[in-house]
């Protein structure tokens, strides 16, 4: 039989176990143009939660008991397809099974040799680029700039932060422990760091770091660390808008200070986006990403949980900012 995770129900807030549940159906068999595909490693994004509500948005949401779909990285057991043959392994938007068909039109070889498979999730994957085109396509880095990064040691956040060194940025990341400041500083080459949990007033905080003002804002989280970052934004600035995991478990959304004055009065751009809208330079993007992770001038970190039936934990646990890097699930 094939395990399979579905959608129980739509969360409320926080999501819970009880939204997911697991069912069996018969191990699939491919047929004439397809591969059988075996799942090897899930990413798990903040992202998802959005796709849990019944509502419109840039990607269709998840259809209750169906199973939920991410960042998958396939091995191919076996191939009926001209395309693929055994033993390829596969990156694409697949459902959470332990097992799968696949007619090949959704799914891109990986090579191991090139970059580690689990890689193909986070810093030569969507995650790398979601960095990648985010910051150098909005927030246009230029030597000297003061960029200011939230959710810093998270998935986006961390490869945000390398490539801003790799253009001559002085950067200030903001994460929730110690412990992730000190591995913003010592492995991922930030300049400084802020625990937005023990510091009381953050906008005194990165006025006191970033006393010229902050050249690019790279957000992740939005909510009062945003407010914060945009007391202290530089003229001319530019506000790279990436996520709001700060606000996805809020069942109405909060009110908080107007920013329209702000981008007037410093004629600051402030852009949101989602990477599908850079797809057409993705094989670009992820060539440069794979240069540099060869090149060690990226480092690549993962919090790695092991175990089919662990995925809807982990996915959980992003709430409570448990990985450092990116979050994936080997099978």
Request: charged share 25%; aromatic share 8%; hydrophobic share 35%.
């Amino acid at each position: 039989m094939n395990k399979v995770i579905v959608l129980n129900n739509r969360p409320e807030g926080r999501p819970e176990d009880s939204d997911f549940k697991f069912t069996e159906e018969e191990k699939p068999k491919p047929q004439n143009g397809e591969v059988l595909l075996k799942t090897k490693y899930v990413s798990v994004d903040p992202y998802l939660r959005g796709r849990m509500r019944d509502q419109k948005s840039y990607i269709e949401p998840f259809k209750l008991h169906e199973p939920l779909v991410s960042g998958i990285i396939a091995e191919v057991v076996e191939s009926k397809n001209d395309d693929f043959k055994e033993g390829d392994f596969v990156n694409g938007m697949l459902a959470w099974k332990e097992f799968q068909t696949n007619n090949g039109k959704n799914i891109q070889k990986v090579d191991p040799d090139q970059a580690p498979l689990s890689a193909y999730l986070g810093a030569v994957g969507m995650t790398g680029l979601t960095a990648y085109f985010g910051l150098t396509h909005i927030g246009k880095p230029k030597k000297g700039d003061t960029i200011v990064v939230s959710g810093a040691a998270g998935a986006v956040g961390s490869i945000v932060g390398q490539i801003g060194k790799i253009n001559d940025c002085r950067v200030i990341g903001i994460a929730g422990t110690d412990e992730k400041i000190a591995l913003l500083k010592e492995e991922f080459g930030f300049d400084e760091g802020i625990n937005y949990k023990t510091t009381d007033n953050m906008q005194e905080a990165i006025s006191n770091l970033a006393p010229d003002g902050v050249d690019i804002y790279f957000d992740n989280v939005g909510g009062e660390i945003s407010d914060a970052v945009l007391q202290n934004i530089a003229r001319g600035a530019r506000v790279v808008v990436c996520g709001a995991i700060s606000v996805y478990n809020n069942e109405k959304m909060p009110v908080g200070p107007r920013v329209t004055p702000i981008l007037i009065k410093n004629s600051v751009l402030m852009q949101g986006f989602t990477v599908g809208d850079f797809q057409s330079e993705f094989n670009n993007g992820m060539k440069q990403l794979a240069t540099w992770l060869q090149e060690d001038k990226i480092m690549h970190k993962e919090t790695i949980v092991k175990g089919f039936e662990n995925i809807p934990q982990a996915f959980i646990d992003l709430f409570d900012g448990k990985n450092s890097g990116k979050m994936i699930v080997e099978v």
